[in-house]
């Protein structure tokens, strides 16, 4: 289709993306802003500043901490850690030294993790000493030969300037078979590490459902996230510059979880290529939020709706000024942005603009598009317009090769720099999704008449509970291996806060009908799997509806809660 979103393009951005220090890996952009400007503050956690000259320095000898260990280019090195310094640190080191990232939630629980250590051949593991635990489990399901263990008071201030999350209050741990993140560092050199990695070298493996299965890990690259960067830099320095900001590195608020691609390409990434300081958050708690606007004078962060509504609920929310954000981008999980959120925001605030964030996949970095603060629209559903080099098209679902008119709905499919490799070790799943470099998203969506990307749902059963990412097959392969349980199916069900829920319909084995409750295998999963993919509710059924060919059908099960009322997504 023609470029229709060029008609109404924001003459403050860039039509092209532009690289400020030349196209090379982001890691280069940290080392060159260690020389450049050694004593700014990169990374402020809790109190505890870190500077641009130490986050180099520290993660080049993480780098030389892992060659020492045996590993070597393509290798992959598992991050199992909530937001802090380290996971910048050891994120960095990874790269340097040509290694491969494999970030993992911090609310896996045993399972999860050794599924995606088994499914990436991952023998090194960085966790939190809070976490060691799970990992512990995992390890005996898996080969992993190096744990290297952090805690947060590794790097929290003795006098804290933001409110503390409780688990900050329990003291260091030192688990058996483990190296001390810290203690480790301080044997090694912090000289440059010299690998040769290049742009079209993998850098991450980020876990997503793609279309069908279990979680599959997508090959992203060093050049892709350079893409991204470059891309979401242009669009920020240009917004930045037409909210009056006198241009340089902004003071930002860190708080999406950096273990999840928006996360990591946002703070770990972006915000570091651009020398930017951040105030990193472990979790989002709306008092330290605003003791961190108030104190450090943010002038732009990312959230979530309901972070923004956490803010302006707090009753101590007239103890701070938060006059000095300009902008903060935003993402409607759970609940849908709208012109009334947006005035009270900026009233609130006293003048920050407040506006949907993006359009983005793990299988493209992330960062599809961005809304023009010009001409912003807060209609549900709608995404802004495709950032520099992005192409974006809508396509019938019976016939990829046939675009649909502006304002019929059909299938989002995008092409960038950015896009994965391919699925790890999924042939299969990656000639499915990716054709000629288009990745077709499984996901519904329409242009209107002035190029804007409206997202309509999801039409692959992919489940999204409080902006996390379900997959009904994993957490039904996860819920077969209780006793009780002989057939199950999941679906997403419509919640007010959540966005939405797990609703599990299980077929008991003849032994347990009639003797087993839901509650009992909700009681169950809760400490076996992430709280975001423990069923709220379940149901039992004589049999689950199935094709011809033995594939359960969900939409059924969808269709029938719709009919009685039950609210399916």
Same mark, same amino acid.
């Given at each position: 289709?023609?470029?229709?979103?060029?008609k109404?393009?924001p003459?403050?951005?860039?039509?092209?993306?532009?690289?400020?220090?030349g196209?090379?890996?982001v890691?280069?952009?940290?080392?060159?802003?260690?020389?450049?400007f050694?004593d700014?503050?990169?990374?402020?956690?809790?109190?505890? /500043?870190?500077?641009y000259?130490?986050?180099?320095r520290?993660?080049?000898?993480?780098?030389?901490?892992?060659? &020492?260990r045996?590993?070597?280019?393509?290798?992959?090195?598992?991050?199992?850690?909530?937001?802090?310094p380290?996971?910048?640190?050891?994120?960095?080191g990874?790269?340097?030294?040509?290694?491969?990232?494999?970030?993992c939630?911090p609310?896996?629980?045993?399972?999860e993790?050794?599924?995606q250590?088994?499914d990436?051949?991952?023998?090194?593991?960085?966790?939190?000493?809070?976490?060691?635990?799970?990992?512990? #489990?995992?390890?005996?399901e898996?080969?992993?030969d190096?744990?290297?263990?952090?805690s947060?008071h590794d790097?929290?201030?003795?006098?804290?300037?933001?409110?503390l999350?409780?688990?900050m209050a329990?003291?260091? /741990?030192?688990?058996?078979?483990?190296?001390?993140?810290?203690?480790?560092? #301080?044997?090694y050199?912090?000289?440059?590490?010299?690998?040769?990695?290049?742009?079209?070298?993998?850098? /991450?493996?980020?876990?997503?459902?793609?279309?069908t299965?279990?979680?599959? $890990?997508a090959?992203?690259?060093?050049?892709?996230?350079?893409?991204?960067?470059?891309?979401?830099?242009?669009?920020?320095?240009?917004?930045?510059?037409?909210?009056?900001?006198?241009? $340089?590195a902004?003071?930002?608020?860190?708080?999406?979880?950096?273990?999840?691609?928006? $996360?990591?390409?946002?703070?770990?990434?972006?915000?570091?290529?651009?020398?930017?300081?951040?105030?990193?958050?472990?979790?989002?708690d709306?008092?330290?939020?605003?003791q961190?606007?108030?104190?450090?004078?943010? /002038?732009?962060?990312?959230?979530?709706?309901?972070?923004n509504?956490?803010?302006m609920?707090?009753p101590e929310?007239?103890k701070?000024?938060?006059?000095?954000?300009?902008?903060?981008?935003t993402?409607?999980?759970?609940?849908?942005?709208?012109?009334?959120?947006?005035?009270?925001?900026?009233?609130?605030?006293?003048g920050?603009?407040?506006?949907?964030?993006?359009?983005?996949l793990?299988?493209t970095?992330?960062f599809?598009?961005?809304?023009?603060?010009?001409?912003?629209?807060?209609?549900?559903g709608?995404?802004?317009i495709?950032?520099?080099?992005?192409?974006?098209?809508i396509?019938?679902?019976?016939?990829?090769?046939?675009?649909?008119?502006?304002?019929e709905?059909?299938?989002?499919?995008l092409k960038?720099p950015?896009?994965?490799?391919?699925?790890?070790?999924?042939?299969?799943e990656?000639?499915?999704?990716?054709?000629?470099?288009?990745?077709?998203?499984?996901?519904?969506?329409?242009?209107?008449?002035d190029?804007?990307?409206?997202?309509?749902?999801?039409?692959?059963?992919?489940?999204?509970v409080?902006?996390?990412?379900?997959?009904?097959e994993?957490?039904?392969?996860?819920?077969?291996?209780?006793?009780?349980? &002989?057939?199950?199916?999941?679906?997403?069900?419509?919640?007010?806060?959540?966005?939405?829920?797990?609703?599990?319909?299980v077929?008991?084995k003849?032994?347990?009908?009639?003797?087993i409750?839901?509650a #009992?295998?909700?009681?169950?999963?809760?400490?076996?799997?992430s709280s975001?993919?423990?069923?709220?509710?379940?149901?039992?059924?004589?049999?689950?509806?199935m094709?011809g060919?033995?594939k359960?059908?969900?939409?059924?099960?969808?269709?029938?809660?719709?009919?009685k009322?039950?609210?399916?997504?």
């Open positions: 289709m023609d470029r229709i979103w060029m109404h393009w003459e403050f951005i860039p039509q092209e993306v532009t690289y400020p220090k196209k090379k890996p890691f280069e952009y940290l080392r060159d802003n260690a020389r450049d050694p700014r503050t990169a990374i402020i956690f809790y109190g505890r /500043q870190v500077t000259a130490e986050l180099d520290m993660s080049e000898q993480f780098a030389r901490l892992l060659l &020492d045996g590993l070597k280019k393509g290798d992959r090195v598992a991050l199992f850690m909530p937001s802090c380290q996971y910048h640190i050891a994120h960095y990874i790269c340097k030294m040509g290694g491969v990232i494999v970030p939630s609310l896996f629980k045993q399972w993790l050794a599924y250590l088994r990436t051949d991952t023998a090194t593991i960085v966790t939190l000493d809070l976490l060691y635990p799970v990992v512990a #489990a995992a390890r005996s898996c080969t992993s190096t744990v290297i263990c952090t947060f790097m929290l201030p003795k006098t804290p300037t933001m409110n999350i409780p688990m329990v003291p260091k /741990q030192t688990p058996p078979d483990t190296l001390d993140f810290m203690e480790m560092l #301080a044997h050199p912090n000289d440059p590490v010299r690998c040769d990695v290049g742009l079209d070298d993998t850098v /991450q493996l980020q876990f997503t459902g793609g279309t299965g279990l979680p599959k $890990g090959v992203l690259t060093h050049g892709g996230k350079l893409f991204k960067v470059a891309a979401l830099l242009s669009v920020l320095d240009g917004n930045m510059a037409h909210l009056g900001h006198p241009g $340089g902004v003071t930002t608020l860190a708080i999406l979880p950096t273990f999840h691609i928006a $996360g990591m390409l946002g703070a770990v990434d972006t915000m570091i290529a651009q020398g930017a300081t951040q105030v990193l958050m472990t979790m989002f709306p008092l330290a939020a605003m961190a606007i108030d104190r450090y004078k943010v /002038q732009f962060f990312q959230a979530a709706v309901p972070m509504l956490g803010i609920a707090h929310r007239r701070y000024d938060l006059s000095s954000l300009k902008l903060c981008l993402t409607s999980f759970g609940v849908q942005l709208t012109d009334e959120i947006v005035r009270r925001w900026t009233a609130d605030t006293g920050c603009l407040l506006a949907e964030a993006a359009y983005g793990t299988e970095h992330t599809d598009t961005f809304m023009p603060l010009n001409r912003p629209k807060y209609a549900p709608c995404q802004g495709p950032i520099p080099g992005q192409q974006i098209k396509v019938s679902w019976e016939e990829r090769t046939r675009e649909m008119p502006v304002g709905m059909g299938e989002i499919a960038n950015a896009v994965l490799r391919g699925y790890w070790n999924r042939p299969q990656t000639a499915k999704d990716l054709v000629d470099g288009w990745v077709f998203t499984g996901d519904m969506g329409r242009f209107d008449e190029g804007y990307l409206y997202f309509l749902g999801r039409k692959k059963e992919m489940i999204k409080s902006g996390f990412s379900v997959f009904p994993e957490v039904e392969t996860f819920l077969m291996q209780h006793e009780a349980v &002989d057939k199950v199916a999941v679906i997403g069900v419509a919640d007010p806060k959540k966005g939405e829920v797990i609703k599990a319909f077929v008991p003849p032994a347990f009908k009639d003797k409750d839901g #009992a295998i909700i009681e169950w999963a809760k400490s076996r799997i975001y993919k423990v069923p709220q509710e379940v149901a039992f059924r004589d049999e689950l509806p094709s060919v033995g359960i059908l969900r939409r059924v099960l969808v269709d029938e809660e719709v009919k009322g039950g609210g399916a997504a």
